[in-house]
């Protein structure tokens, strides 16, 4: 059974930092892709960053590029999202996924199909 389990939401003011992590269990966490996704209040929820399962490319979306950090710590089973320059409309659910394939990049939002129960993520203005 894969298990992934979310931490490190919380509250932060708009221009701040905040770090999640996500801890993967269940199956070989070097052989697969990770990636985050978010969603607000009335909106979809959507892939806002991945990496590759060998850590060798990241996927970003336009609404996060340059100030998030996607990173994996292969040897504590472990994927992080580094968010930098909080903004109000960062705030949401943000969910760990981890898809059915191995080797894949992750960046297609059809390939997820393991979820983290979400940790929520509120920037104040």
């Known amino acids: 059974q894969v298990l992934l389990v979310e931490s490190g939401g919380g509250l932060v003011q708009a221009g701040g930092s905040l770090r999640i992590s996500c801890a993967v269990s269940?199956?070989?966490?070097?052989?697969?892709?990770m990636g985050w996704f978010r969603q607000a209040p009335g909106k979809e929820r959507d892939l806002i960053a991945a990496?590759?399962?060998?850590?060798?490319?990241?996927y970003y979306a336009d609404s996060v590029k340059g100030r998030f950090t996607i990173s994996r710590d292969n040897a504590r089973n472990a994927v992080y999202l580094q968010m930098n320059s909080l903004k109000p409309e960062d705030t949401a659910i943000y969910y760990c996924?981890?898809?059915?394939?191995?080797?894949?990049?992750?960046?297609?939002?059809?390939?997820?199909?393991?979820w983290g129960q979400g940790t929520q993520v509120t920037v104040s203005s």
């Open positions: 996924a981890a898809p059915k394939e191995a080797r894949t990049k992750g960046i297609g939002e059809w390939e997820y199909e393991y």
């Open positions: 269940g199956r070989t966490f070097s052989s697969y892709a």
């Open positions: 990496i590759s399962w060998n850590g060798e490319s990241t």
